[in-house]
């Protein structure tokens, strides 16, 4: 009994001191963040009666390079710190607090999403764009976390698989997406930040998609697989990796629709074959289906990174004109690149249009606001899903 007491008043001591206010002081209630207003504003509280500065940050602010600004907040005499946003558009959106500098989540949101090493909260405001990321009550997929070998490689890996409503209880054969992630990601960036399973739930059940397969594996291929789910542990995930866009992706990407193939009911024909992906996926989707110039009828490319860096010496690399020709030649149903103004790699997309252009490869292009952000990735797949396979 003493060791338990012992236990229990370490653990409050342990609690930072500006957040142990998580009642309400008012009313002896649990602090509501976010609150949702049927205006779509927003109102974020947190209590930190202790706290100097309190900052809310989210990523729709206004970015500062690679990071959402910020927004103070205000301390009322409860020592409840607020912020309310002016009308926000239907969306699905991420955010964190600055408490003197410290970065905290909001003790009120369960909600959270990782990107890299960095976690966050998030919410989704409904009525438009949003309500494609909320899980609506409609028929819903299966995701299954898988492993394969990759002779390839050398090793097993994890792969994350979507297969549409009614694919366990049937026979039919379906078409294939292969989906591929960014710099840092792994296979549980899509499913979890892109919410692939309820954008794929719901366009399927609205008959604005057909019904496929999506598999989205990990494009590190010095992993196994995500953080904590590999034999290495509980290892902290970095944004560069060994073997990043050296070639090695794109060589051994067969390993995958190997399994893919000889493990689910689907459709193996070109015709039947999607890949895509966002930035360094982008990368990887440009690359590999030139490489592999008569495997996928359709491409798509999200803010991609186009051009391989110096040092990259693979083969892969090789022929870059001639084996676009080659894919050119081959035919393909369609080549889409879509980008938002502000991002990084706006002038590499500027460059390889313009070549894409000179080889008269056709294509078509999407512009859009914003710059190299989940929130753009998101739409993209809403618009570009619906295009395949018709």
Known sequence: MIMKKILTALFIIAIPPQLTAQQALGGGGQVVSPEIHDDKTVTFRLPAPEAGE??????????EGFSPGTAAMKKDDDGVWTYTTSVMESD??????????????????????????????????EGGQGDFYKVQDVPHGTVAKRWYHSPGLDKERRITIYTPPGYENGSEQYPVLYLLHGM??????WISLGRTAQIMDNLIAQGKARPMIVVMPNGNVSQQAAPGESTRGLFQPTMQLSNTMDGMKEETFPDIIRFVEDNYRVKSNKED??????????????????????????????????????NATSAVYEQFDGTLKRQNENGFELYWIAIGETD?????????????????????????????????????????????FK
């Open 54 to 63: 309190v900052l809310l940050s989210g990523d729709w602010m206004p970015w």
């Open 184 to 189: 840092g990601g792994d296979e549980e960036a």
């Open 92 to 125: 699905l959106y991420t955010y964190f607090f600055l408490v003197d500098s410290l970065r905290v989540n909001d003790p009120g949101n369960v909600h959270v999403v990782r990107d890299v090493a960095s976690i966050f909260n998030m919410f989704i405001v």
């Open 273 to 310: 074959r999607a890949i895509a992906g966002l930035s360094m996926g982008g990368f990887h989707s440009l690359h590999i289906s030139r490489y592999h110039p008569d495997t996928f009828d359709y491409v798509g490319l999200f803010s991609p990174a186009v051009f391989p860096n110096e």
């Open 344 to 388: 990084f790699l706006y002038n590499q997309v500027v460059n390889y249009r313009q070549k894409l252009d000179e080889l008269g490869m056709p294509y078509e292009y999407v512009e859009t606001a914003g710059g190299h952000t989940w929130k753009n990735w998101r739409e993209y797949m809403t618009v570009f899903v619906p295009r395949l």
